[in-house]
């Protein structure tokens, strides 16, 4: 299991909060409460590393998973970026086509 320190960062290049994720067992996580998603909100990026972005931990899915009845969210991209810190952060954009929601995080490791 991931245990996640819900600890917001901020990318002084994008200026997109990321979560950070400390590495504790498998590779699966399920973040509850990760972002909240209006109706018809579109490409909202998210972020998140691993080890405060030292820890690169190789292909990774995830994708926003609605919370409440009627959301519809699409996951529309997913970015692996290497900064000039050599911090390694994970980025999707999620989008919701449906009722206003809470999203959970979901995804993991690819081997």
């Known amino acids: 299991m991931w245990a996640v320190s819900i600890r917001s960062v901020t990318s002084d290049r994008d200026k997109l909060t990321a979560h950070e994720f400390e590495k504790r067992g498998n590779m699966a996580y ?8 209006a109706s018809g909100a579109s490409n909202v990026p998210m972020g998140f590393w691993f080890n405060n972005g030292t820890s690169d931990q190789g292909a990774q899915y ?17 970015a692996k970026t ?13 989008s919701n086509h449906g ?8 995804g993991g490791g690819l081997s």
């Open 62 to 78: 995830a994708q926003g998973s609605p919370q409440d009845n009627g959301g519809d969210l699409v996951t529309n991209s997913f």
């Open 82 to 94: 290497l900064d000039l810190q050599g911090r390694v952060s994970y980025t999707i954009t999620v």
């Open 30 to 37: 399920n973040v509850k409460n990760w972002a909240f998603l």
């Open 99 to 106: 009722s206003d929601t809470w999203m959970e995080l979901e």
